[in-house]
């Protein structure tokens, strides 16, 4: 009985800090911000957006939908792990210009804080903070796929 509770604990550790999973921008344009999901490729990280949520001034999620013409654009890719809460070397494309930039990850519970940045080294960039979103809150939306 203890180690079935040990792995229960150690696995919902895991997931906590996990980059895989569904995360939203937090632009505060407009009252829309984009739902990505981040997947393993091969042994790098990518994400795409999934869906376009429209959100009150607390960004909790009023309606969201996957008609739109950035639906599976792929925002970041060729992220590599560095330990479980870092992820470094990868890059961030700008859905309007298509134009990529340098770009890191660092997780602190459920935030996903991307750093953007002109220069590999990241000197000259800017900060953005993603929230995850868990199936639990999805669902009483009526979406089992998130």
Same mark, same amino acid.
């Given at each position: 009985?203890?180690? $079935?509770?040990?792995?229960?604990? &150690?696995?919902?550790?895991?997931?906590?800090?996990?980059?895989?999973?569904?995360?939203?921008? =937090? @632009?505060?344009?407009?009252?829309? @911000?984009?739902?990505?999901?981040?997947?393993?490729?091969?042994?790098?990280?990518?994400?795409?957006?999934?869906?376009?949520?429209? &959100?009150?001034?607390?960004?909790?999620?009023?309606?969201?939908?996957?008609?739109? @013409?950035?639906?599976?654009? @792929?925002?970041?890719?060729?992220? =590599?792990?560095?330990?479980?809460?870092?992820?470094? +070397?990868? =890059?961030?494309?700008?859905?309007?210009?298509?134009?990529?930039?340098?770009?890191?990850?660092?997780?602190?519970?459920?935030?996903?804080?991307? +750093?953007?940045?002109?220069?590999?080294?990241? $000197?000259?960039?800017?900060?953005?903070?993603?929230?995850?979103?868990?199936?639990?809150?999805?669902?009483?939306?009526?979406?089992?796929?998130?």
């Amino acid at each position: 009985m203890r180690i $079935i509770i040990l792995f229960m604990i &150690v696995g919902n550790m895991l997931f906590a800090n996990s980059i895989l999973g569904y995360w939203m921008t =937090q @632009e505060g344009k407009n009252g829309k @911000e984009a739902i990505v999901l981040i997947e393993k490729e091969k042994n790098t990280y990518i994400g795409k957006i999934k869906y376009i949520a429209t &959100v009150d001034k607390n960004f909790n999620i009023i309606s969201y939908t996957n008609k739109d @013409e950035i639906i599976d654009f @792929e925002l970041v890719k060729d992220f =590599q792990k560095v330990d479980d809460v870092t992820y470094k +070397k990868g =890059q961030i494309i700008d859905p309007k210009s298509s134009r990529e930039y340098y770009a890191s990850v660092k997780l602190e519970g459920n935030k996903f804080i991307l +750093k953007g940045s002109l220069d590999p080294h990241g $000197i000259l960039g800017a900060k953005r903070v993603w929230k995850k979103i868990d199936k639990e809150y999805i669902k009483k939306y009526g979406d089992e796929k998130l």
